[in-house]
C-alpha cells in the first residue's frame, strides 16, 4: 500500500510539472461580428447612423463634430475642450439645473467633452423616452447658451484640474512628448490649453469656435439601440432638420494635411533630449519615441501589432526586460496614437531616480531590437489572438460599439472595418510587421522626455546625446521652445 501510494505521488508530480510545462491549447477567439449601422443624410448635411439592438430596452445617442482640438486657435490651445464642456451648462430654453433635472428624472445619462479630432455629446436612456433623448440632444447640440456665470464656473473647473496636472510628472512627462513629437502640426499643444490660455478663452472665442466648427454638414449623429433604423431616421429629421449653416465653413483656417497654413512640420535628424527638472522627485518618468502614422494610414494593422508586442496590454518585451527581468520598474508600455493626419509610438515607463539610466538604455534596446529583427511566429500568434479577442469586449456594450462605428465615420474608413479586421489580422506576415516597424521607428532619432530630478542623471545622459534642462517650474507648454521668457522662482 506504501509503496502504491508512493507510486501514484511521483505520478501525480510528473503530470503536475508537464502541465506547468505544457499548458492547454487555448482555442482561437471567436472573430465578432459587428453590424453595419443605416446610414441617412439630411438635407442640411448631416450624416445620421442607426445601429439596432433590441436585446435591452436602452437607446444611445451622441452628437459628434468632426472637429475637436486640432482645430483649437493657435493662441487659445483648449478652446475646444472648454466649448464641448459648456453643451450641457444650459441653452437658451433651459438652464443647467433644468437639463440634469430631466436626465436624472428618467434615469438617463450624460456624457461630454473634445478629443483631438472630435467634439461629442452623448445621451443614454431607457428607449421608452427614446423622444426626449433626441429633443434634449438637438437642444444642447442646436441652441447652447454659454451663459457668462457658466463660462467662468467651467473656466475655474478647468485652471483647477491644469493646476493640479502641472505637478503631476507623468500629466508633464507626456505633455512635453507631444508637444515634441506634434511640434508644427496642428497637434502641437496641450489640447486641454494651459492656465494662460484657458484665463484668456472669452465668450466671443467660445461663440466663434461654435459656429465655425458645430455645423450640420461637419457633425455625425450615432443611434443605437432598441430602435428601428426607420424610426431613428424620422426622429433625427424632426429635432435636427431645422439646424442650418452659421457663419464661415468649418474648413476656413484649418490646416492642409496636418501642417498649420504656411507653415511645414518640425522635424530633427538627431535625437532630442528633453529633461524636465523636478528637484524633489524621487523617481523618473520616461518617455521615448517617434511621430507615427494617420489612423487612415495602411500600416496602421502592422504597426498595431509591433506595438501589442512590444508594450501593449499582456505579454510585452518592454515589460519583461525592464519588470521581470530587472526589478526596475511596475510598469512599461507602449502606445500607438493615430489621428486624422498623423500620429505618435511612444514607449512609457518610470523607475527609482538612480536606476534612470539602465532603464533608459533597456527601453532603447527593445525598440532597436523590434526595428532590427524579425518578430517570432510565437509573437504573432499571440498578438492577433489578444487583438481579435479584445475586440469583443471593446463592442460588447452600445457605448463601445458607438465609439469603433464613429472611428471609422471620422477617419473615413469602410462601415464592415471590423468585420474584415480578423481576417486580415491573421493573413499578417512578421515581414510586414518588420517592414513597417522599419519606416517608422528610429531609436537613434528619436524623441527622448524625462521628469526628474536632473543632477543625478544628466552626467550618464551624455553618452546618449546632448539633453536640453527645464527646470520645471519654467516649463510653458504654450511656448514654442517649452520655457517661459521670465520664470517664477522655484519652490524652496
Avoid at 452623448?122 to 423616452?129: K, P, Y
Amino acid at each position: 500500500m506504501t509503496v502504491s501510494w508512493f507510486c501514484a505521488g511521483l505520478l501525480w508530480g510528473a503530470a503536475f510539472l508537464f502541465a506547468a510545462d505544457f499548458p492547454p491549447s487555448v482555442p482561437p477567439p471567436t472573430p465578432v461580428h459587428l453590424a453595419s449601422p443605416a446610414v441617412h443624410v439630411l438635407p442640411n448635411g448631416m450624416r445620421v447612423a442607426v445601429i439596432e439592438r433590441h436585446g435591452l430596452p436602452i437607446i444611445d445617442l451622441r452628437v459628434v463634430v468632426r472637429s475637436g482640438a486640432e482645430a483649437d486657435p493657435p493662441e487659445l490651445p483648449g478652446t475646444a475642450q472648454m466649448v464641448a464642456s459648456l453643451l450641457n451648462q444650459g441653452t437658451t430654453r433651459r438652464t443647467a439645473q433644468e437639463i440634469a433635472r430631466a436626465i436624472d428624472q428618467v434615469g438617463g445619462t450624460i456624457d461630454n467633452g473634445a478629443d483631438w479630432d472630435n467634439s461629442y455629446i452623448a445621451l443614454s436612456f431607457l428607449s421608452d423616452q427614446t423622444e426626449l433623448a433626441y429633443e434634449l440632444l438637438a437642444e444642447m447640440t442646436m441652441h447652447p447658451g454659454f451663459l457668462p456665470a457658466e463660462i467662468e464656473r467651467q473656466r475655474k473647473q478647468e485652471l483647477s484640474a491644469l493646476s493640479v496636472a502641472k505637478d503631476d510628472p507623468a500629466y508633464v512627462a507626456d505633455a512635453v512628448f507631444d508637444r515634441l513629437a506634434f511640434a508644427g502640426t496642428p497637434y502641437g499643444h496641450p489640447p486641454d490649453g494651459v492656465q494662460e490660455s484657458v484665463s484668456a478663452i472669452t465668450a466671443a472665442d467660445i461663440r466663434e469656435f461654435y459656429h465655425r466648427y458645430y455645423r450640420p454638414d461637419n457633425s455625425i449623429l450615432i443611434v443605437i439601440g432598441d430602435i428601428r433604423a426607420e424610426d431613428g431616421f424620422r426622429l433625427a429629421s424632426k429635432y435636427f432638420s431645422n439646424w442650418k449653416d452659421e457663419g464661415t465653413p468649418s474648413t476656413a483656417g484649418r490646416a492642409v494635411g496636418g501642417i498649420p497654413n504656411g507653415g511645414s512640420p518640425a522635424t530633427e535628424n538627431t535625437r532630442q533630449i528633453v529633461v524636465i527638472d523636478k528637484p524633489d522627485a524621487v523617481q523618473t518618468e520616461i518617455r521615448l519615441g517617434n511621430r507615427g502614422i494617420p489612423r487612415s494610414s495602411s500600416d496602421y494593422l502592422a504597426l498595431t501589432v509591433a506595438n501589442q508586442i512590444l508594450g501593449g496590454p499582456a505579454t510585452n518585451r518592454l515589460y519583461k526586460a525592464l519588470r521581470t527581468e530587472h526589478g526596475l520598474t511596475y510598469s512599461a508600455s507602449s502606445e500607438l496614437d493615430c489621428y486624422q493626419t498623423l500620429g505618435s509610438w511612444e514607449s512609457k515607463t518610470f523607475t527609482r531616480t538612480a536606476e534612470t539610466i539602465p532603464s533608459l538604455r533597456l527601453a532603447l534596446e527593445q525598440m532597436k531590437r523590434l526595428r532590427d529583427h524579425p518578430i517570432t511566429e510565437g509573437e504573432l500568434e499571440t498578438a492577433q489572438s489578444y487583438l481579435t479577442g479584445h475586440l469583443a469586449l471593446e463592442v460588447e456594450s452600445p457605448d463601445g460599439i458607438a465609439t469603433q462605428t464613429l472611428n471609422l465615420m471620422v477617419y473615413h474608413l469602410p462601415l464592415d472595418y471590423w468585420n474584415q479586421f480578423p481576417d486580415e489580422l491573421r493573413t499578417l506576415q512578421t515581414k510586414e510587421v518588420l517592414n513597417a516597424t522599419r519606416r517608422y521607428m528610429d531609436p537613434d532619432h528619436d524623441i527622448i522626455v524625462l521628469v526628474g530630478n536632473a543632477s543625478a542623471f544628466t552626467k550618464d545622459l551624455k553618452k546618449l546625446g546632448d539633453a536640453r534642462v527645464i527646470p520645471i517650474h519654467s516649463l510653458d507648454l504654450a511656448s514654442p521652445d517649452l520655457e517661459r521668457p521670465n520664470p517664477p522662482p522655484a519652490n524652496r
